[in-house]
């Protein structure tokens, strides 16, 4: 199914380079979480861990994405690896006050390298197989997705905080050698005569569709905070029940990422809108479900729309952009899922908190159906051509 970019020996290591970049950053966020909360004993310091993860470098990465576009793909991803490692270093050993600063440069590292692989795929893909490469990456995205937390426990209970930070900074030195070593020399063509390309004149539709993407992110990220709750206090059941949910989710997330492979041939916006329709009524149905079992069914849906919407999102863009500022183009997709999904944690506990564990789901659900509809809406109008007066 993904013969054809799999055939090529660029694709293949781009591929075990992101699924390398994967495996790390889900081994060393399950290690820091645990290393923070046996530190501080404080549910707080951890979601403080995960918006420094996540939300400050999705305000540095598209700065930094900006004076990186025009250097080799390879040495960019390598100096990601090799700063990862660095900060995996100090978080291991180093002095607590050192913490929260490396953890910034963990995520911002992260964060450069995977917008960057991201950002290779249309350098190296011939159009028709644009999107079988960027299906080929989410499904080793959802398929770690589904394992790396198992994966990252394991190896905090086998070998202990400190040490499973130590092997994730191995392999992250590792990749940095590897990819300095093999990789391609790749970068995007610039026209010497525009030194100031920037992403200042997108579509209308360009526009529409990253803003309705960031709003829906952010929504459909407010389960995260709430679901512990959600299991235990509105399904009265206990953790093995919150295991099979989050379960549940990864088998759709695997789903919808093997299920984009038969849709591509359906246009990308529409694929994410179609998605969005998905994933919002699978919430609804979560925040009403009355039994675990219905609620794990509901999950399976919001995973399997979660894994076509990312790629789709991801493909749309790289159809719109040109090839010089596809670098730029992907680190603002990051950027905005990591910022969205940082304000959709602190949304998602908020209403957990002041209304019910069931209401993250059903205001998620309900607000994404508002949302989709505006988007398809402005979309419609954005195409119908305009007629002079």
């Given at each position: 199914?993904?013969?054809?970019?799999?055939?090529?020996?660029?694709?293949?290591?781009?591929?075990?380079?992101?699924?390398a970049d994967q495996i790390i950053d889900w081994i060393a966020s399950i290690a820091l979480m645990i290393l923070v909360y046996d530190r501080t004993s404080s549910a707080l310091?951890?979601?403080?861990?995960?918006?420094?993860?996540?939300?400050?470098?999705?305000?540095?990465?598209?700065?930094?994405?900006?004076?990186?576009?025009?250097?080799?793909?390879?040495?960019?991803?390598?100096?990601?690896?090799?700063?990862?490692?660095?900060?995996?270093?100090?978080?291991?050993?180093?002095?607590?006050?050192?913490?929260?600063?490396?953890?910034?440069?963990?995520?911002?590292?992260?964060?450069?390298?995977?917008?960057?692989?991201?950002?290779?795929?249309?350098?190296?893909?011939?159009?028709?197989?644009?999107?079988?490469?960027?299906?080929?990456?989410?499904?080793?995205?959802?398929?770690?997705?589904?394992?790396?937390?198992?994966?990252?426990?394991?190896?905090?209970?086998?070998?202990?905080?400190?040490?499973?930070?130590?092997?994730?900074?191995?392999?992250?030195?590792?990749?940095?050698?590897?990819?300095?070593?093999?990789?391609?020399?790749?970068?995007?063509?610039?026209?010497?005569?525009?030194?100031?390309?920037?992403?200042?004149?997108?579509?209308?539709?360009?526009?529409?569709?990253?803003?309705?993407?960031?709003?829906?992110?952010?929504?459909?990220?407010?389960?995260?905070?709430?679901?512990?709750?959600?299991?235990?206090?509105?399904?009265?059941?206990?953790?093995?029940?919150?295991?099979?949910?989050?379960?549940?989710?990864?088998?759709?997330?695997?789903?919808?990422?093997?299920?984009?492979?038969?849709?591509?041939?359906?246009?990308?916006?529409?694929?994410?809108?179609?998605?969005?329709?998905?994933?919002?009524?699978?919430?609804l149905t979560v925040g009403l479900a009355p039994t675990t079992a219905i609620a794990a069914v509901a999950c399976v849906v919001c995973g399997a729309g979660n894994g076509t919407?990312?790629?789709?999102?991801?493909?749309?863009?790289?159809?719109?952009?040109?090839?010089?500022?596809?670098?730029?183009?992907?680190?603002?997709?990051?950027?905005?899922?990591?910022?969205?999904?940082?304000?959709?944690?602190?949304?998602?506990?908020?209403?957990?908190?002041?209304?019910?564990?069931?209401?993250?789901?059903?205001?998620?659900?309900?607000?994404?159906?508002?949302?989709?509809?505006?988007?398809?809406?402005?979309?419609?109008?954005?195409?119908?051509?305009?007629?002079?007066?």
């Amino acid at each position: 199914m993904t013969r054809g970019p799999l055939r090529l020996a660029v694709f293949r290591r781009l591929l075990g380079v992101y699924t390398a970049d994967q495996i790390i950053d889900w081994i060393a966020s399950i290690a820091l979480m645990i290393l923070v909360y046996d530190r501080t004993s404080s549910a707080l310091a951890t979601a403080a861990l995960l918006l420094c993860k996540t939300f400050a470098p999705a305000l540095l990465v598209p700065l930094l994405a900006a004076r990186t576009d025009r250097a080799s793909v390879r040495t960019v991803v390598a100096a990601s690896s090799a700063l990862a490692a660095v900060a995996l270093a100090i978080l291991a050993a180093g002095p607590p006050h050192a913490l929260w600063p490396a953890t910034l440069l963990l995520g911002t590292a992260a964060l450069l390298g995977r917008s960057t692989i991201r950002a290779t795929v249309p350098l190296t893909l011939a159009p028709d197989d644009l999107k079988l490469g960027n299906g080929a990456l989410n499904v080793a995205s959802a398929a770690l997705t589904a394992t790396g937390p198992l994966a990252g426990a394991a190896a905090v209970v086998t070998l202990g905080a400190e040490s499973t930070l130590l092997l994730a900074c191995a392999i992250a030195a590792a990749a940095a050698v590897i990819t300095a070593a093999t990789f391609p020399d790749i970068r995007a063509d610039h026209d010497p005569d525009q030194p100031g390309e920037t992403i200042t004149e997108p579509t209308r539709g360009m526009w529409v569709l990253l803003a309705g993407a960031a709003a829906l992110i952010l929504l459909f990220s407010m389960d995260e905070p709430a679901l512990v709750a959600y299991t235990r206090e509105s399904l009265d059941a206990g953790d093995v029940a919150y295991g099979i949910l989050v379960s549940a989710w990864g088998v759709g997330l695997l789903i919808g990422s093997a299920a984009y492979f038969r849709l591509r041939h359906v246009p990308s916006v529409a694929l994410v809108t179609r998605s969005a329709v998905v994933i919002a009524a699978g919430y609804l149905t979560v925040g009403l479900a009355p039994t675990t079992a219905i609620a794990a069914v509901a999950c399976v849906v919001c995973g399997a729309g979660n894994g076509t919407m990312q790629v789709a999102l991801i493909t749309a863009v790289q159809e719109a952009v040109p090839a010089q500022l596809q670098v730029r183009a992907a680190a603002w997709i990051e950027a905005i899922g990591a910022a969205a999904a940082g304000l959709g944690y602190l949304a998602g506990g908020a209403l957990a908190a002041g209304i019910s564990p069931r209401a993250p789901f059903i205001v998620g659900g309900l607000l994404a159906l508002a949302v989709t509809t505006t988007m398809l809406v402005a979309l419609v109008a954005g195409a119908r051509p305009r007629t002079a007066r």
